[in-house]
Antibody, heavy 121, light 111 residues
Framework: QVQLQESGPGLVKPSETLSLTCTVSGGSINSFFWSWIRQPPGKGLEWIGY???????NYNPSLKSRVTISIDTSKSQFSLKLNSVTTADTAVYYCARSMAARLYSYGMGVWGQGTTVTVSS | QSVLTQPPSASGTPGHSVTISCSGSSSNIGSNTVNWYQHLPGTAPKLLMY???QRPSGVPDRFSGSKSGTSASLAISGLQSEDEADYYC????????????FGTGTKVTVL
């Protein structure tokens, strides 16, 4: 079965760029929608955005100016870049795969375990 | 700030039922289907319900979902201790070029 694993620095300085990678194993990255979601400490889930395997993207309007999601199908990886971070970007970051190959509205059926990113000087 | 509003908490005794509400608007629940996620602290969220009332494989039929107008509900019957978790509704929102939104979350406590 498909598994997702997030990786990247656990500590990022304010004003710098947060970069995370999600590695897909046990299945093909060449279909489905691939997403990033985060959960700040003590708060709820926040959708960051998705990338379709073909490369099309959609982002949370509140983060759109700072977010880039990209995909490398040759490595079975997709990535998140969030620039100009502040302490408000401290959160557990999850990567996830859509439930359905062609419908995002069915939600995210496979999730990574999450990785904690702290923004601090 | 989430556009889908849920009660902060809900509780019930083992074997009984609890229902969680999710209130949205015409741009999200009113025109798109609703999904529900279960989230235990320290673990990955789990898709519990999709397309309003469809359970992914492996989700017990104790969980049921419904939608009416701009609101949705998740019902848990035969409450078990392992159901103690945070629950989030979610839906696609057609505003601002379209984006996915989560609810504010409900903490379910099994008394």
């Amino acid at each position: 079965q498909v598994q997702l694993q997030e990786s990247g620095p656990g500590l990022v300085k304010p004003s710098e760029t947060l970069s995370l990678t999600c590695t897909v194993s046990g299945g093909s990255i060449n279909s489905f929608f691939w997403s990033w979601i985060r959960q700040p400490p003590g708060k709820g889930l926040e959708w960051i955005g998705y990338i379709y395997y073909s490369g099309s993207t959609n982002y949370n309007p509140s983060l759109k100016s700072r977010v880039t999601i990209s995909i490398d199908t040759s490595k079975s990886q997709f990535s998140l870049k969030l620039n100009s971070v502040t302490t408000a970007d401290t959160a557990v970051y999850y990567c996830a795969r859509s439930m359905a190959a062609r419908l995002y509205s069915y939600g995210m059926g496979v999730w990574g375990q999450g990785t904690t990113v702290t923004v601090s000087s | 700030q989430s556009v889908l509003t849920q009660p902060p908490s809900a509780s019930g005794t083992p074997g009984h039922s609890v229902t969680i509400s999710c209130s949205g608007s015409s741009s999200n629940i009113g025109s798109n289907t609703v999904n529900w996620y279960q989230h235990l602290p320290g673990t990955a969220p789990k898709l519990l319900m999709y397309s309003n009332n469809q359970r992914p494989s492996g989700v017990p039929d104790r969980f049921s979902g419904s939608k009416s107008g701009t609101s949705a509900s998740l019902a848990i019957s035969g409450l078990q201790s392992e159901d103690e978790a945070d629950y989030y509704c979610a839906a696609w929102d057609d505003s601002l070029n379209g984006h996915y939104v989560f609810g504010t979350g409900t903490k379910v406590t099994v008394l």
